[in-house]
């Protein structure tokens, strides 16, 4: 968008904000039509602005903006109400997964099934007060995240080409999918290694099998860590700091 535009009515939610200068900020969001983008909330730092209660992270918002550059100016920002708020291990579930869209969604690229899948992701957080299929949510949108970024996981078939077997362990290779491993139980070690009944029922995204949920939660992890080029995210960095509390 580096010519004048104007833009309202739009979807969209807050990923991040920031100071900027005395009064103002600049609030990072995600939007239906034009993905991820970065407005200036001119005022929005004052006590007395009356958008500066409206720009928090998980609500739904509408907004308007105008300007040219990279940075726009935020014109209007009105709440659509019908999203509780998060609470617990799932506000800290939201607040991964808004690093994992601030580091790997670019700018100004649409995703609209992305941001309905964000907003059913919220929906699904805020339902879930006892965390049951918090675990299951996370992979679902992790897979979607991937898929929309071109990365999409093969999951039904290994890297030979041939039709992943339930019984068989395989290691993931990055850009290459699945290779099947020896078939004694020695081979079958390490953090890098996955079932492939965990593979189909990714590919299925059916999660009531315990050992799947686990080397599901290993594997995105190692492709995430692949895709975000060693860049650790906070909100894991908190949480490994937490558990050794």
Known sequence: MNQRSKVDGQPAYVLHSYPFRETSLIVEVFT?????????ARGARRPRAAIRG????????????????????LMKAEWQGGQPLLAGEALFCGYYVNELLMHL??????????FAAY????QRLAADAAGKTREADLRRFE?????????????????????????????YRMEQGPARLAA?????????VVRGKTL????AEDF??????????ALMRLLMAYYLAGKELETRKIFKELQEL
Not at 55 to 61: A, E, I, K, R
Not at 66 to 71: Q, Y
Request: glycine residues 10%; hydrophobic residues 45%.
């Open 32 to 40: 239906r039509d034009f993905g991820r983008m970065a407005l200036l």
């Open 54 to 73: 409206l720009l928090m992270g998980f609500q739904p918002l509408e907004i308007g903006w105008a300007g040219k550059g990279e940075v726009l100016t």
């Open 105 to 114: 969604l670019p700018r100004e690229d649409a995703h609209e099934k992305l």
């Open 119 to 122: 907003a059913d992701m919220l």
């Open 143 to 171: 897979k979607a995240l991937l898929q929309e970024l071109g990365y999409g996981l093969t999951l039904e078939r290994d890297a030979a080409g041939q039709p992943v077997a339930a019984e068989a362990f395989y290691t």
């Open 184 to 192: 004694d139980a020695e081979a079958a070690q390490g953090r890098d």
């Open 200 to 203: 189909i029922d990714l590919a």
């Open 208 to 217: 009531s099998d315990p050992r799947t949920r686990l080397e599901a939660k």
